[in-house]
């Protein structure tokens, strides 16, 4: 498995398993079979509702604790320097584990400041071996950065090829930021598996379309976490090292930045307040 370095020198599995809307029934079983495929990287957050059953799994799976690069994220109900700390340890006992190798806040809403604070006493403690936050625009990261003593290791964001992010990744790349998308198949919206184009270079590959787009991502160092509830759709999303796109597909992928909506726009008021009024489970 390929690996990225963040900026504290640790290193990150380049490809995980993501359990975003992944129910909680259902969560165990995904994670045992991700792990017996061979994924090493796990993403969650205290709002999907599931961190009990990724901790289950990694119980049962007999992979070794150190083995796995475990991700949680922090909500906007519990940002603030106090909130965040009880907030943290209550993911630990989900997860039931003593330390994260990831931690991240999950949105630019609300205390983060306080919340940063609070985690960067957790990263110095040894409880957290990396944090970092997720959905931050440029302005709200580097302004984050240049107020605190402790760089983000990694910003997880909406990038696909239909948003590439270009600017975004510019920043991140001069401040050593690690760049993850938390949506590499853009969530299979606006046919983006059905885009010509890309069949069209899936096929010159004898390859899926899905893994044409998960390896234009590693073609850039970019993280990725696709999810999938089916382990042969799992084992397709992990067999993506055994080829490369040359430079004139890379292109012509390019070409597709801008063609659809964002997935979550953080401009649209209802999509800030909802996010505010949410909690987390319990």
């Known amino acids: 498995m390929q690996h990225v370095k963040l900026n504290n ?3 990150m599995p380049i490809e995980g398993y993501g359990v975003f809307q992944v129910k909680p029934e259902e969560t165990e079983r995904c994670v045992l079979d ?13 709002t999907y509702g599931n961190e009990e059953g990724v901790g ?4 049962k799976s007999g992979v070794p604790r150190e083995e796995i690069f475990l991700t949680s994220k922090l909500w906007v109900a519990d940002q603030g320097y106090e909130k965040a700390k009880a907030a943290f340890e209550k993911t ?6 003593d330390y994260l190798d990831l931690y991240l806040i999950h949105q630019p809403l609300g205390d983060y400041y306080g919340s ?7 990263y110095k403690e040894g409880k957290i071996k990396a944090i970092g936050v997720s959905n931050f625009d440029s302005t709200r990261l580097v302004d984050l950065i240049v107020n605190n003593e402790v760089v983000p290791a990694l910003n997880q964001i909406e990038l696909h090829p239909f948003l590439q992010q270009k600017e975004a990744q510019k920043v991140m790349q001069e401040y050593g930021v690690q760049v993850e998308s938390w949506g590499p198949l853009a969530e299979a919206k606006h046919g983006i598996l059905e885009d010509e184009m890309l069949n069209e270079i899936a096929a010159k590959y004898n390859k899926t379309v899905a893994q044409v787009i998960l390896r234009w991502h590693l ?3 970019i993280v990725i976490i696709p999810k999938s509830v089916r382990r042969e ?4 999303n992990l067999d993506v090292h055994d080829f490369k796109l040359d430079a004139s597909d890379m ?6 930045d801008g063609k659809h909506p964002r997935i979550v726009d953080y401009n649209i008021m209802d999509i800030v307040t909802g996010m505010n009024s949410s909690k987390t489970p319990e």
């Open 116 to 122: 940063w604070r609070a985690l960067e006493e957790l």
């Open 56 to 59: 289950s799994a990694i119980k």
């Open 219 to 221: 073609e850039q160092d």
């Open 233 to 236: 759709r799992m084992e397709e």
């Open 34 to 46: 991700a792990l017996e495929i061979g994924y090493r990287s796990l993403d969650t957050a205290a």
């Open 251 to 256: 292109q012509k992928i390019a070409e597709l």
């Open 92 to 97: 630990l006992n989900k997860l039931g584990t």
């Open 9 to 11: 020198g640790i290193e």
